[in-house]
């Protein structure tokens, strides 16, 4: 029960923290989100039409189509983040976040689309087939497909804060959620807030795109800090000469750091002369 209650908490205090970070980046918000809602608008009333026609055959071969939008979200993720990592953000950066991660976003996108779409279709059949035994299973594939959905919550935060390889961004969403599942029904409800708050008033879809990067790259970094993985970067918290060749290492258990995302002084110390040491390829 700890663990579950630890899990919530994290949860609502990255929420807390992304509306925080929000208002206080709302120029970079608004930024990408206009640069998203521009390339995602054409994507949107593409699905929508499709979906009208009631035709599967169209529904289907369009899942090319709608994977694109991967593509955007992770150009406007690579402006929050680096606005994340207190690095400067220009207008530009939209773009070479897309020229840096369209194929892997598009690829993690179109396999996204195309497991939830074969789960859905199983979900259907098991929940319409007159067989209880498969009611039955259909009720535990309900588990099975919110797994594979919070699975996607995390593809584009590891693909743009880590920038790996597909396996590795895969590998790494499907053991996050199996050890923070409950963490990602709050990171569900952060989804769910911005979402209702673009249809409720229409103002905020121009806070869409980027309200939408921060909830990944908070719950991203969150989730990175907890098992102490989370990587600083050149300037954050006093600095250090240069990015650090870390694959899935990096700072102590920073839930014992009352600040959350934050560092004391004898840790940011201690983390720089570990480094220091590594790269001299002395013995801690």
Same mark, same amino acid.
């Given at each position: 029960?700890?663990?579950?209650?630890?899990?919530? =908490?994290?949860?609502?205090?990255?929420?807390?923290?992304?509306?925080?970070?929000?208002?206080?980046?709302?120029?970079?918000?608004?930024?990408?989100?206009?640069?998203?809602?521009?390339?995602?608008? !054409?994507?949107?009333?593409?699905?929508?039409?499709?979906?009208?026609?009631?035709?599967?055959?169209?529904?289907?071969?369009?899942?090319?189509?709608?994977?694109?939008?991967?593509?955007?979200?992770?150009?406007?993720?690579?402006?929050?983040? =680096?606005?994340?990592?207190?690095? @400067?953000?220009?207008?530009? @950066? /939209?773009?070479?976040?897309?020229?840096?991660? /369209?194929?892997?976003?598009?690829?993690?996108?179109?396999?996204?689309?195309?497991?939830?779409?074969?789960?859905?279709?199983?979900?259907?059949?098991?929940?319409?087939?007159?067989?209880?035994?498969?009611?039955?299973?259909?009720?535990?594939?309900? *588990?099975?497909?919110?797994?594979?959905?919070?699975?996607? *919550? *995390?593809?584009?935060?590891?693909?743009?804060?880590?920038?790996?390889?597909?396996?590795?961004?895969?590998?790494?969403?499907?053991?996050?959620?199996?050890?923070?599942?409950?963490?990602?029904?709050?990171?569900?409800?952060?989804?769910?807030?911005?979402?209702?708050?673009?249809?409720?008033? !229409?103002?905020?879809?121009?806070?869409?795109? %980027?309200?939408?990067?921060?909830?990944?790259?908070?719950?991203?970094?969150?989730?990175?800090?907890? *098992?102490?993985?989370?990587?600083?970067?050149?300037? #954050?918290?006093?600095?250090?000469? %240069?990015?650090?060749? @870390?694959?899935?290492? %990096?700072? !102590?258990?920073?839930?014992?750091?009352?600040?959350?995302?934050?560092?004391? #002084?004898?840790?940011?110390?201690?983390?720089?002369?570990?480094?220091?040491?590594?790269?001299?390829? =002395? @013995?801690?």
């Amino acid at each position: 029960m700890k663990r579950i209650l630890d899990e919530f =908490k994290m949860g609502f205090n990255v929420l807390v923290r992304t509306g925080v970070m929000i208002y206080n980046y709302l120029g970079t918000v608004i930024l990408a989100s206009i640069f998203w809602s521009l390339t995602t608008t !054409p994507l949107l009333l593409w699905a929508v039409a499709s979906v009208n026609t009631g035709e599967w055959s169209v529904i289907i071969t369009s899942l090319p189509i709608y994977a694109l939008g991967a593509v955007p979200t992770a150009a406007a993720l690579h402006m929050v983040n =680096k606005a994340f990592h207190k690095e @400067d953000v220009s207008p530009l @950066d /939209f773009f070479r976040g897309i020229k840096r991660f /369209f194929l892997r976003s598009y690829a993690l996108g179109f396999l996204f689309l195309l497991i939830i779409g074969i789960m859905l279709f199983d979900l259907l059949f098991f929940w319409t087939s007159p067989s209880i035994l498969f009611n039955i299973i259909g009720g535990i594939w309900v *588990y099975v497909t919110l797994y594979v959905v919070f699975v996607g *919550y *995390y593809l584009l935060g590891f693909l743009v804060e880590q920038d790996v390889g597909l396996r590795k961004v895969i590998r790494r969403s499907a053991l996050v959620v199996l050890d923070n599942f409950f963490f990602s029904i709050v990171v569900t409800l952060m989804f769910a807030i911005v979402i209702a708050a673009s249809f409720i008033a !229409p103002v905020f879809f121009l806070l869409t795109g %980027g309200a939408l990067a921060f909830v990944i790259q908070n719950s991203t970094a969150a989730i990175l800090k907890k *098992y102490g993985a989370y990587e600083m970067r050149p300037g #954050e918290y006093g600095g250090y000469e %240069g990015p650090v060749e @870390d694959d899935w290492k %990096g700072l !102590p258990d920073p839930l014992k750091n009352p600040e959350f995302y934050g560092m004391t #002084e004898d840790e940011v110390r201690a983390f720089q002369e570990q480094r220091r040491k590594r790269r001299l390829r =002395k @013995d801690d």
